[in-house]
């Protein structure tokens, strides 16, 4: 009986060590390896282009020693080892395949560089060797790590994570500290001219490490303060300091980052906007609206057309325009709502696909070029004054953006509770059901798609602003699939999931000049892997988690496996 | 009696009815006025709807995808587009190769047949991929949860596609064979176009006889009828819905090429557009039924091609051929709106639709 089970577990060592390795190979192709590769984690040791080709290899021996459980602890090792050696084997076909024919007619990231990159900068024979040894020995490391004490395991697991996440960010935090006076020497200490110094990795990694160590041994709940949606239990005056200092940092935060990266925050800031609005569409009614720029658009061209002197004879300043541009939003969105009343799930979603796109090419075409400007767009739009100050720099802006936020999020909040939150609740989890209990779905469902609807368009109007003009291409389909993304990948339904998205989908991007380019290439991975690992979001909805889970378990607990293929790492 | 029938109109559909008479109205002002003009001629106008067909067919070929995977998943497979797009992007490749080796126009056929092979081979292994990996786990999880990985997996794939084979246009080498153009009964026609709407036809026919009359699309039929019972009566459901997947990717694989002979570039975001349209298409002509994708597909191309010449150029409108997508746009909405069920579809429940 032994001797099979053993024998299975061998034989899924190297299917997962494979698996592991194709994912390898598909992001050296893609470009991701190559363009990681000159960032340093620690300076002189490893580049972030190693872990994104060696995680997957990581990720699938711990997964598949956590799948098998081996008994002993030579076993263990052996499991991870025979992981990583498989997978090591599919990185070097792939050099070998790349030393015989050349790949580059058609994969154009398959490069003399690449594959210098896979063989750590040696010879073919020496690096495919290197190669092999390495992903070899990171198998082992899960096997490793994976048969110390859980305590001891999660500390060294995520003072890993923040080793990495340091080291990829040095240029960020090297910018931010350098403003802090004192503090700046001490920060610089720590990192390299690219990465962490080795003494700076190993500071990093003791100091988070001990700190998950040591709340391992606190009791449960202590780790809650920043749960805000949980905090009933806690004293008001916890709670209420906590909203106090959140919001104090959110005003500070200009002065102490500095101005590019207000611009940064700006971006962010818009996205929440745009999420707190789509959270209520998509997260509280559960409408899968696709073409939610559409109303952005339309709060940005209203604002054009109504203060630029180019599309109209007397403009109206910023505030005069505003509710003008509300008021248009407000009717687009019951335009929209009242004929997809009847519709559910996937019809809906295509629908407001089209209507998102009809929006976006009747604002580029010829005929109504004479009101929108065509593609040439709109410019010298007004931007908002504040009695003879003109708010017109980013950090300012951030301060505007801050205060739509902020009103934004509290009206959402408050509308989560209230009577109408409770109906939009209600139709999301059945909606005949809703309807027999008397709630009429025709005012609730026109009543998200308009709330939905204002809040974009104030979000679209402030981007007007900004930019102090319009074009129909930055009204694309990708900012729908943008806002889309940090809603569910934050938590659908989740006010602080849509700060969390938008921190993690909008503001990475901006800072990791590598990782725009695989912007969308990770959005699709995650909105995958969230759906098939934890469709709940990072920072669930406690209602929602129960309704997922709820009719998710089984299907989950079949495949566990086929979540693990779809995640991506280096993200 | 009065009651009632107020009851049953509400303003909901007196709204979206206003809206429709008034679009049926401007399409009617703007046709007879066009003709009236007298703006184009007979020659023009045929030349348009040949274009139409044309492009029908290849909607017809990706509708063909959609329609499948609906009737048996009940699930809009979001991600189609893309499988459309990854066959003719890599096939670009092979014909490339086969340009350069010298065969592309010494042996067409053969080249094409190669071509064609690498495009539906390609195509058919993603949409495998796409089943196995993201929606068979998925397959009694709430309804928005496919829908999202289906979006995701989307955008997974053109970018991957675009870091695999960079952003640029990737041209594909005209055919000698398929230059010119031929006579039939006083009509000229391009050979590309005769070849697409014949092409298109026939594999239609054959895809269609497949559902229809072999086993295999007995078991598709079951599975989409009930999976429970099916797979009582001893149809393996999953290998089912695999190979419904297989097959509209190797469609849509085909749909490629034909595209590519009307329009020769490929690039990563070619799929978007046609998808879109081809899904329209599905819905046009009644979503979950063979034919019924033929048919729509083809009326949904004479539309877009002859639409923005006849109902809009009347109207004043000018460079009325932006508005093309516009134009499809809106009749899927307003499909979707007044006879969801599309032309010859069964009358959906609510739920289903």
Known sequence: MKAPDTQSAWKQAIQAGLLGGTIGVLLSLVGMVLAFSGRWIINNVFTMGQVIFLAPILLMAYSVIRRTTPQTTQKTILTGLLTGLSGGVVLAILLVIGRLINLQAMFINASKALYGVLTFGKEFAVGILILISISTIVGGLAGAIFILPQRVRTAVIQGLLWVTLVGLLRDLIITVTNRWGPLAGLFRALFASSGLTIIGAVIVFALIAGIYYWRAGQPAGRASIFDLSSSSKQRPIVRWLTIGGIILILLLLPPILGVFFSNILDKVMMYVLMGLGLNIVVGFAGLLDLGYVAFFAIGAYTMGVLTSPEMNANPLTYWQALPFAVIACVIAGVVLGLPVLKMRGDYLAIVTLGFGEIVRLLALSDWLRPWFGGSQGIQLIAQPRLGNEVLNSQQELYYLFLIGVGIVAFIAWRLRDSRIGRTWMALREDEDVAIAMGINHVTTKLMAFATGALFSGVAGTIFAAQLQSVYPHSMNFLVSINVLSLIIIGGMGSIPGVFVGALVLIGLPELLREFAEFQYLVYGALLMAMMLIRPEGLWPEARRRLELHESMEPAVAVHPESGAATEQPGT | ?353
Do not use: C
């Not at chain 2, 086993?215 to 819905?241: F, P, Y």
């Not at chain 2, 819905?283 to 002859?306: D, H, K, Y």
């Open chain 2, 1 to 353: 009696m009065l009651r009632t029938w107020r009851q049953r109109i509400t303003l909901t559909d007196v709204v979206v009815w206003v809206i429709g008479l008034a679009i049926a109205v401007m399409v009617v002002i703007g046709s007879i006025k066009t003709i009236a003009l007298g703006k184009y001629n007979v020659v023009t106008w045929i030349d348009l709807i040949i274009t139409g067909l044309a492009l029908g067919g290849v909607y017809a070929l990706i509708a063909l995808g959609y329609t499948l995977v609906y009737g048996i998943l009940r699930m809009i497979n979001f991600a189609h587009s893309e499988v459309f797009m990854s066959g003719p992007l890599t096939a670009a490749f092979a014909a490339d190769a086969l340009r350069t080796a010298g065969w592309w126009n010494t042996y067409p056929i053969l080249s094409l047949l190669i071509v064609i092979l690498v495009s539906a081979g390609v195509a058919s292994s993603i949409a495998l991929l796409l089943e196995r990996i993201a929606y068979r786990p998925l397959r009694n999880a709430p309804r928005l949860v496919p829908l999202i990985t289906a979006i995701g997996a989307s955008f997974f794939l053109q970018y991957a596609f675009r870091g695999f084979f960079g952003s640029s246009l990737k041209g594909y080498p005209e055919m000698n064979i398929f230059q010119g153009f031929w006579m039939i009964g006083g009509i000229r026609i391009f050979r590309t176009q005769a070849t697409v709407i014949i092409g298109a036809f026939i594999l239609m026919l054959i895809l269609y006889a497949i559902v229809q009359r072999t086993k295999i699309g007995k078991a598709m039929r079951s599975v989409s009828e009930d999976k429970e019972a099916a797979a009582l009566m001893g149809i393996n459901v999953d290998r089912t819905i695999a190979t419904t997947f297989a097959i509209g990717g190797a469609a849509a694989g085909i749909a490629g090429i034909l595209y590519l002979l009307l329009f020769p570039v490929a690039s990563f975001s070619m799929g978007f557009f046609p998808g879109l349209k081809a899904f329209t298409a599905a819905v046009l002509g009644g979503i979950g039924n063979v034919p019924g994708a033929f048919l729509g597909a083809m009326l949904l191309g004479l539309l877009e091609s002859v639409g923005p010449s006849l109902f809009l150029d009347g109207l004043g409108i000018p460079a009325a051929y932006q508005l093309k997508d516009a134009i499809a746009f809106t009749i899927l909405v307003f499909i979707l709106i007044f006879r969801p069920s599309g032309i010859l579809g069964e009358r959906l429940t609510q739920t289903k639709a």
